[in-house]
């Protein structure tokens, strides 16, 4: 009896001690793994200085959502960088989709060349638009992990070609 108990309290502090080991890992490779949660990272490459990259980003965000205003919770230019939540609809989610779209908070740092899109913090949105309490960190990774990439990658290339396109269409 002492010895199953023993056994018991062994095996409940291996796995206590080791929550890493069982941690939920991304399926691709736009995702990777920071302080326990999934962040979606595309680094791409421009040629606009820092000022420029933010403020067309800004611009951005301002023509593809409501308002920029209620998105964006930080715009630095001195630093490069702009800090907010948004919703993004998934481009390729069918009629009865679970998740047909994700709220997530992006991060936008400029350097001189360059800039780096992070999203971070992703839950579902449901059918009705009710954003859930289901992240993709939990049971729900197989479901939502595929509507976000689907989601954040039209919503890299989308933003990419606006800055990419910005400085061209400014000579109207």
Do not use: C
């Not at 108990?5 to 939920?24: D, E, I, M, N």
């Amino acid at each position: 009896m002492k010895i199953r108990t023993f056994k018991a309290l062994l095996l409940s502090v291996a796995l206590l001690g080791a929550p890493s080991v069982f941690a939920k890992q991304p399926k691709s490779a736009e995702f990777k793994v920071e302080n326990g949660l999934f962040v979606y990272e595309k680094i791409e490459a421009v040629d606009l200085s820092k000022r420029e990259i933010v403020s067309h980003a800004a611009a951005f965000l301002a023509e593809h959502f409501k308002s920029s205003r209620s998105i964006i919770e930080l715009r630095d230019d001195e630093l490069g960088k702009i800090v907010g939540d948004i919703i993004v609809k998934n481009p390729k989610a069918k009629m009865l989709s679970a998740f047909p779209a994700i709220r997530t908070r992006i991060i936008i740092d400029a350097k001189d060349g360059r800039y780096r899109l992070q999203a971070t913090n992703i839950v579902g949105v449901d059918g009705n638009g009710t954003v859930t309490s289901w992240g993709i960190e939990g049971a729900n990774q197989y479901r939502i992990e595929p509507a976000a990439l689907e989601a954040l990658n039209a919503f890299s290339s989308a933003l990419n070609s606006y800055i990419n396109n910005a400085q061209s269409s400014g000579n109207w």
